[in-house]
């Protein structure tokens, strides 16, 4: 029944390497985005979908990478780990014509050592 | 560009005690604002809205938010607070018409004596 949700929830890895998030949501919302959360809880946009098109791509190192295979889904891909990636990601949906409110996913916690 | 400010990083209140969280914004025109609330480790959660119309607003859980726009204000308060309250607490504003780019305050953490 979770309408935003994300995998995995915790994920402990090593500078350099290659890992991905994965978000899903049942709501039938036609936009998704990425959020990352920093140790001082600041939120900020990375990217958004609309209907599997990039929308949004804010100043973010190419090593991310979004993929959208369908517009339940928006995978967040990250390319050579390292220490400033620790944060949480947060997945998010909502209807582009609808009213700017967001949806959100309980979030993936990444710590890179 | 659109921006929040919320001047309060951390508020402690008393169970039962009344609460006023602050939240400034700067926009061009008439925005769309929000509160989230985020518990611990846990996504965010809309506690309310304003589009337009009536300046005070009703949330969820016994929350409410005035627009000023003299004042380029939305103020979140409650009347009482409850021990679950404790929790970040975001203001968020996005474009007019809605659309797709919110922007975030830097938070406010409540944090509730009992």
């Known amino acids: 029944d979770t309408a935003v949700s994300q995998t995995p929830k915790y994920l402990v890895t090593q500078m350099g390497n290659d890992k991905s998030i994965k978000c899903e949501q049942n709501l039938g919302h036609d936009t998704m985005y990425w959020y990352k959360q920093d140790s001082k809880k600041f939120l900020k946009i990375m990217f958004s979908?609309?209907?599997?098109?990039?929308?949004i791509n804010e100043t973010v190192p190419n090593r991310f990478s979004p993929k959208s295979p369908d517009k339940a889904h928006l995978n967040l891909h990250i390319n050579s780990l390292e220490l400033g990636d620790s944060a949480v990601y947060f997945c998010a949906s909502n209807d582009q014509a609808n009213t700017g409110e967001l949806f959100f996913g309980e979030g993936s916690r990444l710590t890179v050592l | 560009a659109q921006s929040v400010t919320q001047p309060d990083i951390h508020i402690t209140v008393s169970e039962g005690a009344s609460l006023e969280l602050r939240c400034n914004y700067s926009y061009g025109a008439t925005p769309y604002l929000f509160w989230y609330v985020q518990s611990p480790g846990q996504g965010l959660q809309l506690l309310l809205k304003?589009?337009?119309?009536?300046?005070l607003v009703q949330g969820i859980k016994g929350f409410e938010a005035e627009f000023k726009r003299s004042q380029s204000s939305f103020n979140l308060r409650k009347p009482s607070v409850h021990w679950s309250d404790a929790a970040e607490y975001f203001c968020?504003?996005?474009?007019?018409?809605?659309?797709?780019?919110?922007?975030f305050g830097t938070g406010t953490q409540l944090k509730v004596e009992l």
């Open positions: 304003y589009f337009s119309g009536d300046t």
């Open positions: 979908y609309n209907n599997k098109e990039l929308i």
């Open positions: 968020a504003v996005g474009p007019t018409g809605g659309g797709n780019k919110l922007t």
